[in-house]
């Protein structure tokens, strides 16, 4: 596994201004994964796009980054597709997913021109019904309902029947555009033969669309990719797998990827501190951080090594010899705010600081203020730290509730 080096001074200066528990992105990271991530999947065969995963980290900053990088945006509700629209992109580099769209976020991106990706035979009734005095044909994408991989993931999309079916009806509706053929299959990925079998359902797919004249612009294969690990095998597993492609139309459609773990997970960290040791009977040493469950939710844990802890407050490193296994525990007052059931960490004492790796997938988005507030998060950027998202306050907790007139203390 891959450990980004923060500099021990530099984390606690940070948490000095910033606060503790903090959230840290490494810009150049980001950037340089995402640059990784492009390059290993464009071919000559197929031209590529690759549209960021807002859901597993939308912090501004981070989507911005990426969409400078030249990245697009794959959003799954309203307040994501607005907040793509607002950092610049285009309604045509916006993919919109998801199994629920609100008949105005559906209308809104069609009459802009993003692409919306069916997921079920409902929802394209409704955009049947909105399409019709837009500017341009509504776009569309047909995605594939997938069971290939280790989680079931057969209730998003269309069985192969059904997506014949509605092949058929675009092609009969001059006011549908069929724009793309999508199938995502999972998260964290392990196997890149997953990635040959959804490709091969969409090839099916788009033979199907060819005999009916019809010409997607995009064949997307989603996201679900591993981080921090060489991704060239996917790529050929997919490309390999479409190749037919290049011969069925008069334009190759592009290839288009979701990624969201694989490009943000190893760009963050979570610097905590530790507030308590314990010495606990029938278990042994064990250590309590002011981060848990509460910021590291099981989503961004998926697989193993995905996340680890290591001791940063001392210059000099501890000798091997002192590392002993140690119970790594969360601050919240729920038995399951465990982190690290047994980890390999030096003799650790109150204010020490500890940094969970890989914390930029599924952690941001997932984390709740449970008990405590949520904490700021800090960009390294080119001209040192800067605040991208200010911690929250016991006021930011309670700024939606309404205390009743009849129980307010008089
Ligand atoms: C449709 C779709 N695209 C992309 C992603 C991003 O997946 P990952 O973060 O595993 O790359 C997801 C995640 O669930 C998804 O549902």
Same mark, same amino acid.
């Given at each position: ?23 840290? +992105? ?23 796009? +690759?549209?960021?995963?807002? =859901? ?56 802009? &021109?993003? /692409? ?55 092609? =009969? ?16 990925? &392990? ?9 091969? $359902? ?89 981060? $848990? ?6 989503? /961004?844990?998926? &697989? ?8 940063? =407050? ?15 525990? &969360?601050?919240? /007052? ?25 914390? $930029? ?12 507030? /949520?904490?700021? +998060? ?33």
């Amino acid at each position: 596994m891959t450990h980004i080096p923060l500099a021990n001074a530099v984390t606690a200066d940070l948490l000095e201004e910033f606060g503790s528990p903090l959230f840290v +992105v490494n810009e150049s990271v980001l950037r340089q994964t995402f640059r990784d991530f492009s390059r290993t999947f464009s071919t000559p065969e197929f031209p590529s796009h +690759v549209a960021f995963s807002y =859901k597993t980290n939308y912090l501004p900053a981070v989507c911005a980054i990426l969409r400078n990088e030249g990245a697009w945006a794959e959003v799954v509700s309203g307040p994501e597709y607005r907040l793509a629209r607002r950092l610049g992109h285009s309604p045509g580099e916006i993919v919109f997913n998801g199994p629920w769209k609100t008949r105005d976020e559906l209308e809104t991106a069609l009459a802009e &021109g993003a /692409c919306i990706v069916l997921d079920g035979l409902d929802e394209f009734s409704t955009v049947e019904s909105l399409v019709g005095g837009f500017k341009q044909p509504a776009r569309l994408g047909i995605r594939i309902a997938f069971n290939g991989g280790k989680t079931d993931w057969s209730r998003f999309g269309f069985a192969h029947g059904d997506a014949t079916h509605i092949l058929e009806r675009i092609a =009969k509706n001059p006011a549908l555009d069929l724009h793309m053929l999508h199938s995502h299959c999972g998260t964290n990925v &392990g196997d890149p033969g997953v990635y040959s079998g959804a490709a091969a $359902g969409l090839v099916e797919l788009a033979k199907l669309a060819a005999a009916l004249h019809l010409a997607p612009a995009f064949i997307d294969l989603g996201g679900g990719f591993p981080s921090g690990v060489n991704l060239t095998p996917y790529a050929r597993a997919i490309t390999k797998t479409l190749r037919p492609l290049t011969h069925l139309f008069d334009t190759t459609p592009a290839l288009l990827l979701e990624p969201g773990r694989s490009l943000v997970s190893l760009a963050m960290q979570l610097v905590c501190t530790v507030v308590a040791v314990k010495d606990i009977p029938g278990r042994g040493r064990a250590i309590i951080l002011n981060g $848990g469950r509460n910021l590291l939710p099981p989503a /961004c844990r998926e &697989g193993p090594g995905t996340l680890s802890v290591i001791r940063v =407050k001392d210059v000099d490193q501890p000798p091997q010899s002192s590392y002993a296994p140690v119970a790594v525990f &969360g601050p919240l /007052c729920m038995p399951e705010d465990i982190i690290n059931e047994s980890a390999l960490l030096p003799p650790l004492a109150p204010g020490d600081l500890v940094l969970v790796h890989e914390a $930029g997938a599924y952690t941001i988005t997932q984390s709740m203020p449970f008990i405590r507030p /949520c904490p700021g +998060v800090v960009l390294l950027g080119p001209d040192g730290p800067v605040l991208i998202r200010r911690a929250q306050t016991d006021e930011d907790l309670f700024a939606c509730d309404v205390l009743p007139p009849h129980l307010k203390q008089s």
